[in-house]
């Protein structure tokens, strides 16, 4: 089982706005950075950080954090924006392991 | 800027070693932890393990009995074995370039270059 918490899927009408959030008790001690995965593709690093986009990903993808959840927004939703999402942070044991959310479907109708 | 390339066998026999190698090109090897994650067909991301540029390694601990990660520094590589494969093995493998730094708030983990990947499967 996964210590990050991902709701397994979520909708979104086009240009609309959705959140995915991740939990875990990880999360109070560090940030969770996001990946986009498209079917077939390698993950692709979204957000990172207090709210950290690496170049060419568009600004409608925004995260923030709070307690142990953290949040991946998409501010006007695409149809390319479809995809699973996955969080990914350390663990809570202290022993520097990596763990990544159980991933979220997204559907852009 | 930094490319992973990652090859390896793609086909093992249970009880086999999977073997898997990642090159880093074009930027620094050092300052980042090197890391492999897999994803069973139809299935999530699953964090298998790192190392950094002086060896020090850690591993998910539900494969920490089987799995071996090492570098070579002079060829800017990684590489990642897996012994006694079981079907249960079967996954894309992806190797990445992980960082984590201390924030002025909250710790900063993330891996922002990822290989292909590289599909193994486990079959008689």
């Known amino acids: 089982s996964s210590e990050l918490t991902q709701d397994p899927a979520v909708s979104v009408a086009l240009g609309q706005t959705v959140r995915i959030t991740c939990q875990g008790d990880?999360?109070?001690?560090?940030?969770a950075s996001w990946y986009q995965q498209k079917p077939g593709q390698a993950p692709v690093l979204v957000i990172y950080?207090?709210?950290n986009r690496p170049s060419g990903i568009p600004d409608r993808f925004s995260g923030s954090s709070s307690g142990n959840t953290a949040s991946l927004t998409i501010t006007g939703a695409q149809a390319e924006d479809e995809a699973d999402y996955y969080c990914?942070?350390?663990?809570?044991?202290?022993?520097?392991?990596?763990?990544f959310g159980g991933g979220t479907k997204l559907t852009v109708l | 800027q930094v490319q992973l390339q990652q090859w390896g066998a793609g086909l093992l026999k249970p009880s086999e070693t999977l073997s898997l190698t990642c090159a880093v090109y074009?930027?620094?090897?050092?300052?980042?932890?090197w890391s492999w994650i897999r994803q069973p067909p139809g299935k999530g991301l699953e964090w298998i393990g790192e190392?950094?540029?002086?060896?020090?390694?850690n591993y998910n601990p539900s494969l920490k009995s089987r799995v071996t990660i090492s570098v070579d520094t002079s060829k800017n590589q990684f590489s990642l074995k897996l012994s006694s494969v079981t079907a249960a093995d079967t996954a894309v493998y992806y190797c990445?370039?992980?960082?984590?730094?201390?924030?002025?708030?909250?710790?900063?983990?993330?891996?922002?270059?990822w290989g292909k990947g590289t599909t193994v499967t486990v079959s008689s």
């Open positions: 074009g930027g620094s090897f050092s300052g980042y932890y």
């Open positions: 990914n942070s350390r663990d809570s044991s202290g022993n520097h392991l990596g763990v």
């Open positions: 990880s999360l109070r001690s560090y940030y």
């Open positions: 190392i950094n540029h002086s060896g020090s390694t």
């Open positions: 990445a370039r992980g960082l984590a730094v201390a924030g002025p708030d909250l710790y900063y983990y993330y891996m922002d270059v």
């Open positions: 950080g207090k709210n």
